[in-house]
Nanobody, 132 residues
Framework: EVQLQASGGGLVQPGGSLRLSCAASGFSSDDYAIGWFRQAPGKEREGVSC????????FYADSVKGRFTISSDNAKNTVYLEINRLKPEDTAVYYC?????????????????????????WGQGTLVTVSS
């Protein structure tokens, strides 16, 4: 029943910015964990950022800290990832993932950037290409 749609990717020059969106449907409550992950060609899927609903404190990978910002709009059932000062190594397919009833920052936050431990629902991904 839960479905996620990732969008907002595209071709951008180094130093540029994009805003990725993850639109969710089918959630039964506002208690959730949302994660953004990326997978570059030939590499494993890695966590980029995640956020829990209670409280909504974000986590970031060291490689993107200070450049990426995650935010949520519960009224629109959407989570965003603003990606700034992009580098060629940011090129990847970006996926959003969600899990219901896992919204505790204290319980879920410590592993919300592990791609295969927590999340039951995944979007289709959106491609970000950073190239001059």
């Amino acid at each position: 029943e839960v479905q996620l749609q990732a969008s907002g990717g595209g071709l951008v020059q180094p130093g540029g910015s994009l805003r990725l969106s993850c639109a969710a449907s089918g959630f039964s409550s506002d208690d959730y964990a949302i994660g953004w992950f990326r997978q570059a060609p030939g590499k494993e899927r890695e966590g980029v950022s995640c956020i829990t609903s209670r409280p909504g404190t974000p986590f970031y990978a060291d490689s993107v800290k200070g450049r990426f910002t995650i935010s949520s709009d519960n009224a629109k059932n959407t989570v965003y990832l603003e990606i700034n000062r992009l580098k060629p190594e940011d090129t990847a397919v970006y996926y959003c993932a969600a899990d219901q009833d896992s919204g505790s920052y204290y319980d879920t936050g410590p592993f919300c950037m592990e791609p295969y431990r927590l999340y039951d629902y995944w979007g289709q991904g959106t491609l970000v290409t950073v190239s001059s």
